[in-house]
Structure formats: C-alpha cells, structure tokens
C-alpha cells in the first residue's frame, strides 16, 4: 500500500489533493498574519487559493508532472519502457496516457459527458421557460443554470471535443508515429476534467454558481459571490489546456509529416487544425488575461474593471469587452474550422470525388485566421462604445462571410455529380450545410448596425448562436464520431440507429431555434426565466422541440456504447477512403505503423484508376513506383 500511495496515479492524488486544500488554508493564515489582516482565517480567501493549488497538487499525485521533476532533479534519464503508451485494458484510460490515440478517446468521451451535463441544464432551462412565471427554480439559479450551461459546451464541450478527434487522427493523417510531446499532450487532457468540474462545483459555493453568462462581463463578475471565481479559475484551466494542445499540433503538423507528405499534399482537416491552432496560441491569452484582471480585482482588490466611484476607483468595464472578444470572437473560429475540416473529409469520402478548389479552401483557412482578429467589436455595438467604431466592424463582418462562402462553393461543387452514400456521417454532413448557411445569413444580418440595435439581448441572438454552434458545430461532431468510430474502437455503428438520430436531431434542432428569429424580432430578451404571456405560446412548443433534441441525444449514447461493446468488427477501411489514417488495422497499432509511410499522390483523388495518396515502401521505390496522378489537389472528376 506504500508504495502504491508514492507511485503516480489515483492513490497518490487522492491525498495529494487534501493537502492541497491544506496548502493553500496555511499559506493564507500565513500571509494574512503577516500582513496584519482581520480575521486571519478568510473563507473565501481560502476557497480562491484552493481552485489553483488543489489542482495542481491533483496532477503532480496522479503523474502529470513525474518525468519534468525528475529530470529537473537532475537524475540520470531513465530508459523508456513504454508502460505508460497505449491501452492494452479499459483501465489505461484512466491514468497519465502518452499515447495520441489513448488520449484522443480520453479528450472525446471526457467532452460529450459534459455534454451531457449541458444538456440536461438545458432541459431544466425549457422546463422553466414552457409556461410564464416561475415553475422550478428562482430568478438567480436560473441565471447560473444558463451561465455554465454556456459555458460547460463551449469551454468544456466543441473546443476540446475537436481536440480530441484530431488528437487521435491528426497523426495517422499525416504518417507520425505520435505527436511531437506526448507527455505535454497527456497533461493538456487532464486540465480540461479539472476545468469541468470546477464549473459544475459551483453550484455548491455561497451564494449558488456563477451567473453573470459565459461572457463573464465586468463589473457583474467582480461583485458576484465565490460561485463567479470557480469560473474564472476554471476558464484558466480550461485555456491552458487548449494553448498545450495546439503548440502541439503545430510542432506535430510542422516537423512529423511522413515523407513526400507536403503542405499540399496534406488532407484538409490537417490544414483545418494547423490554422486553429494558430488561432488558439494567438488568441487564448487574451481571455487568460480577462479573467486574471478579474481574479485580481476579486481577490486582492485591484480596479482593472471595478468602478465604485464612491470608493475612489475608476475601471474600465469597456476594456474588459474589448479584451474579452478579441478572444471570444476567434473563438467562433476555433469551434469552426476544425469542423470545417471534417466535412471535407466527409465529403470527398461519401461523393467519390476530389475535393474542388483544394487550394483555395486551404487559403481561406489562413484568411479566416487573419480576418477572425478584426470583427471583435460587432458584439459591442449597443456598449456605449465610441460610435465610428462600429462602421469599419461591420464592414470587416461582412468581408469574413467571404472565405466561408468560398468554402460553401467548393463543398457543393464538390458534391456535384458525385456519387453520394447517404449514410450517417453524410446527412451530418449536409444537415451541416443547411444549417450553418442559415446560421451565416443570420450572421451578415448581425453585421448590420441597424439590425443589432433592433434585437440585441434578444432571442433572435440565441437562435443565430445555437444556428452555428448546434447546427454548425455539433453536425460536424456528429459526423466526424460517426466516421471515424470505426478506427477508434474496431467496431461499425448501428446504421439505422445513427439515422434516427440524424433525423430526430434535424427536426428537433430547427423546431426549437427557428422560432427563437421570430420571438427575438418580436422583442422577447434572452438571459430571463419569466417572460410576456405573448410569448407562452411559442415557448411551449420550443420547449416540447427541445426535449425531442434531448430524446435524440439518448439514441446517440445508446448507439455508441452498444456498437462500442458488441458492434459488428470493422475492417481496416470501411469507407474505401485515401488517407493514411484507412491505410492500417482498425483500431490502429499501439505505435501507428508498422513502417513508415510514403506519400505519392494527393488525399482526394478518387476517380483517377490507380491513384493512391501513401504507401509503405522507402521514399525513392515509393516515387518509382507511384501513379503520375498530379499533387491531388484537384484532378478529372468520375462522372
């Protein structure tokens, strides 16, 4: 038992993580002593000091930090012996993981339970809203109820959830036997467990959960009680993690490409993370900032936003909007474009066709990353915000619907007398074209001063956010789950169960949010749990649409666990796809090739006879031996 209780892992972490809590009650008696503060014991101080220490105490107990101590000691290096790669039981999914693929399912199935989580909010939250007045919980619960409903699926849901599917295919893509620091990419996975259970948590502080949104807006954020602080803590956590993952993936797509893999020779969801990544290491520090300016002023009193002007202090509330959605609105973009990268994969698969204008789908990519940092200030436009402001932001709105529309194009250019399979992953597919153009139009609409002045903090802002995010973001989750389960667990999924789902989730999607437009326009405010008896009437039916969404989301974890336990044995490539990730068994071996593969011809060359995008042989046979087929970019589409 000793040794077990020294040994990384859960024994050790579990009383790491008292003495955690310990740490951080001594450390502030200590200072508070010395500083001459009264009362010396400070619960809420006390509470501040735990949300960073005890997690920290928690991943040095269960290994996060074992190898970078030890070698930070100076000790001799330890020959590597690879206990701690790949899952040889269930029970390696719960411990420090170095291996891509461990951690990929780690990321995914740890981001759909808080999906679940969110879910299950949301349910309560159209239980609430079905009727006028108040049926189940008060005014302030029902303002934490929407904040870490919010928060819970963008921070803790579609960020990481799309770092996990990368995580686990983004290096069989490109022909690497791992990412470029696995021990780094075992660690970034374990913030984000800790980041979700502190937003759960907060339920259970003083004074009920946080509540000021997943905006978090000042000064709401610096006067609200303890519950506010586990989400500013968690969001660092949460941050963290996503700026580890994505140096990650830069380093990997950079320097581990297979041989004769180039730039463009590398499937799109490649180019789709490699510009994500760029966004999240640009733009992450910016709401890491936010928040610590927050921490600050709750904590320790300082007046980064805080404007008691009776007390003497003069913050600036418009700076932390500023800061804040320099960060959030990239952040659209980061729970987009990985998405965006699946569908293509999707696409090219399912209509047997390359994908059209390869090229300039990959340079609107890099022209949404650029562009994503200049329209921040459209979300401000009622904030009291210097008015010439806004001209040139809406402009710049309008200019960024210009590389989507270009991927738009291409995607139906690419379906264009294909040959389409309309399985699963393909309706998610094209359920993701109708919705996200529709989220699109709603969004130009946004761009427009006129328009936002009319129904800013109204509905008609829910629907268009659920619009992309829902019918954007989650179909392209959907999808990709679906096309990918077969590699990640060696089992095929119930086809008509993942048809089902399809379609219970496309009517319910649009039966609740496609009225949210008419009621926002009519003027009913979002973020309220009562509201005018004009409204009763349509949020009964969203409400009774939104439990059908919930109903569908059951199909889809009784699909999943069913198929995962006893589904039909999938073989190496089920979908007669391309890419490298189809080229070895299902699920892959522990180190990912057996030999290291050689690319000759593009990803999407479906059509061509003969055409193959890698193969198993040394670099200069591979060559010899390859299909002039062209760079497969582009290439004669099959009729």
């Known amino acids: 038992m000793t040794a077990k209780l020294r040994a990384p892992g859960w024994y050790r972490a579990a009383w790491m993580f008292p003495l955690g809590i310990a740490f951080s009650y001594g450390l502030v008696v200590l200072l508070r002593t010395v500083w001459g503060n009264d009362p010396v014991v400070d619960s809420e101080a006390i509470v501040t000091v735990s949300l960073i220490a005890a997690p920290l105490f928690f991943l040095v107990g269960i290994g996060g930090f074992d190898y970078w101590f030890y070698w930070a000691a100076g000790r001799p290096t330890r020959p590597e012996d690879h206990s701690s790669h790949g899952a040889r039981s269930w029970k390696d999914y719960f411990r420090i993981n170095t291996d891509h693929k461990v951690i990929g399912i780690q990321y995914t199935v740890t981001s759909f339970f808080f999906l679940l989580v969110g879910g299950l909010i949301a349910m309560l939250i159209r239980a609430e809203l079905a009727a006028p007045g108040s049926q189940f919980v008060d005014a302030n619960t029902y303002n934490g109820l929407f904040s870490v409903h919010a928060s819970l699926l963008i921070f803790l849901f579609i960020i990481p959830v799309f770092a996990g599917l990368a995580n686990f295919v983004l290096p069989l893509m490109i022909g690497a036997p791992d990412m470029a ?262 969004g130009v609409m946004l761009a427009i001063i006129p328009i936002v002045i009319h129904v800013s903090d109204t509905y008609f802002i829910v629907a268009h956010i659920h619009y992309v995010l829902f019918g954007g973001s989650l179909f392209t989750i959907f999808a990709g789950v679906y096309f990918w389960f077969p590699k990640m667990t060696g089992r095929m999924y119930d086809e008509t169960l993942g048809k089902v789902h399809f379609w219970l989730t496309f009517i319910g999607f649009n039966a609740t949010f496609g009225p949210m437009h008419l009621i926002g326009i009519q003027g009913m405010p979002r973020r309220v749990s009562d509201y005018a008896e004009q409204y009763a009437g349509w949020n009964l039916f969203i409400s009774l649409a939104g439990f059908v969404v919930g109903l569908s989301t059951l199909v889809f974890v009784y699909n999943m666990v069913s198929s995962w336990r006893g589904g039909a044995r999938a073989s190496a490539n089920p979908w007669r796809s391309l890419t490298l990730e189809w080229q070895v068994s299902s699920p892959p071996p522990i180190f990912n090739f057996d030999a290291v593969p050689t690319v000759v011809g593009g990803p999407y060359e479906y059509g061509i006879p003969g055409a193959v995008h890698g193969i198993f042989k040394a670099p200069a046979e591979a060559e010899a031996d390859a299909v002039p087929a062209g760079s497969g970019a582009s290439g004669p589409r099959n009729e």
């Open 181 to 442: 620091f696995p021990r780094l990419n075992a660690l970034s996975y374990w913030l984000l467990p800790i980041a979700g259970t502190m937003m759960i948590a907060s339920f259970f502080a003083p004074g009920g959960s946080f509540a000021s949104g997943w905006t978090a807006y000042a000064p709401l954020s610096t006067d609200l009680p303890i519950g506010q602080t586990f989400f500013t803590v968690a969001v660092q956590f949460a941050g963290a993690s996503s700026v580890l993952t994505a140096l990650n993936f830069l380093v990997t797509i950079i320097t581990m490409r297979a041989p004769g893999m180039s730039f463009w020779r590398m499937p799109l969801l490649v180019w789709a993370n490699f510009s994500t990544s760029l966004l999240v290491v640009i733009a992450t520090p910016f709401i890491a900032a936010s928040q610590f300016f927050v921490l600050l002023d709750r904590a320790l009193g300082f007046n980064f936003f805080s404007t008691g002007l009776e007390q003497g202090t003069n913050g600036d509330v418009l700076m932390y909007q500023h800061v804040f959605w320099f960060y959030s609105h990239p952040a659209v973009y980061i729970m987009m474009l990985p998405g965006f990268g699946i569908i293509s994969e999707v696409l090219a698969v399912k209509a047997r066709k390359p994908i059209f204008g390869y090229r300039m789908m990959a340079f609107s990519l890099l022209a949404i990353v650029v562009l994503g940092f200049t329209v921040w200030a459209h979300h401000m436009f009622v904030s009291g915000m210097q008015s010439w402001v806004r001209v040139p932001m809406m402009i710049t709105t309008a200019i960024i619907a210009v590389p989507t529309g270009i991927k738009i194009f291409s995607w139906l250019a690419t379906l264009w007398r294909g040959v389409l399979r309309l399985d699963t992953p393909m309706l998610f597919a094209l359920g993701f074209l109708t919705m996200f153009v529709l989220g699109g139009i709603s």
